[in-house]
């Protein structure tokens, strides 16, 4: 997640440096979020959403266009009647449009992506014990709401509904690695309600380089 933001900072401040002060607004920021699977059978054996803790780079454009992207790592224990644990990584990127109802506060939406890798272990509705890792890629919605809070300090409470699909080729089901044929599908998609606080760098009112 640090490489993420060291990779995509430079390249957002040249942005905004070119384009003056007034054009772009960057800012970053530490998110939270609880996330709870589709899947009826997950869903209730978790019982409860799993916790999601990560960081984010906004992108303001002049007008109501703006991009979020952000980088989070998921993980979840289940509650003592079962085994099930699950660990993985999400980086996203949402292109949203804004509307500013009040001054200092604003309603964003927008479509998006999510990539997503980690590793599952737990009991299946089978009764298996299985081990297995794997990635996907996945459409998500966003919809959220940022105020203002003090100089370049602003809070975000966002809502995003994720679908994706993985394919299984190859697991560890007790203790075995074997082949699934044919391939089993498991739906990754999942709901999140997320927290975040952001600070402005470039180009917003108190940015904290907004001279340059």
């Known amino acids: 997640m640090r490489n993420l933001f060291r990779r995509f ?5 040249c942005i905004a440096l070119a384009g003056g002060a007034e054009a772009v607004e960057i800012r970053i920021g530490a998110t939270a979020s ?3 699977p589709s899947e009826e059978f997950y869903k209730d054996a978790f019982l409860t959403p799993g916790t999601s803790i990560g960081g984010t780079v906004s992108v303001d454009a002049p007008g109501p266009l703006g991009f979020n992207v952000g980088a ?5 224990s289940a509650p003592a009647d079962w085994d099930g644990e699950l660990d993985a990584m999400m980086v996203s990127l949402f292109p949203t449009a804004s509307w500013e109802p009040l001054k200092g506060f604003s309603l964003y939406a927008g479509p998006g992506a999510v990539y997503l890798w980690g590793d599952y272990s737990g009991t299946d509705r089978y009764g298996r014990f ?11 919605f966003s919809a959220g709401g940022e105020i203002m809070l003090a100089g370049p300090l602003s809070a975000r409470l966002e809502y995003r509904r ?3 699909d993985l394919t299984t080729g190859e ?3 007790d203790g ?20 975040g606080l952001l600070v402005s760098l470039f180009g917003g009112e108190g940015a904290l380089f907004g001279g340059l």
């Open 171 to 173: 697991a560890t089901m």
């Open 34 to 36: 609880n996330l709870s």
């Open 72 to 76: 989070e790592r998921f993980s979840k």
């Open 162 to 164: 994720a679908f994706m």
């Open 176 to 195: 075995s690695t074997v082949a699934v044929y044919p391939a089993a599908e498991t739906d990754l998609g999942y709901s999140q309600f997320g927290f």
């Open 130 to 140: 299985v081990e297995a890792d794997g990635s996907s890629v996945g459409f998500a």
């Open 9 to 13: 900072l430079p390249v957002a401040a």
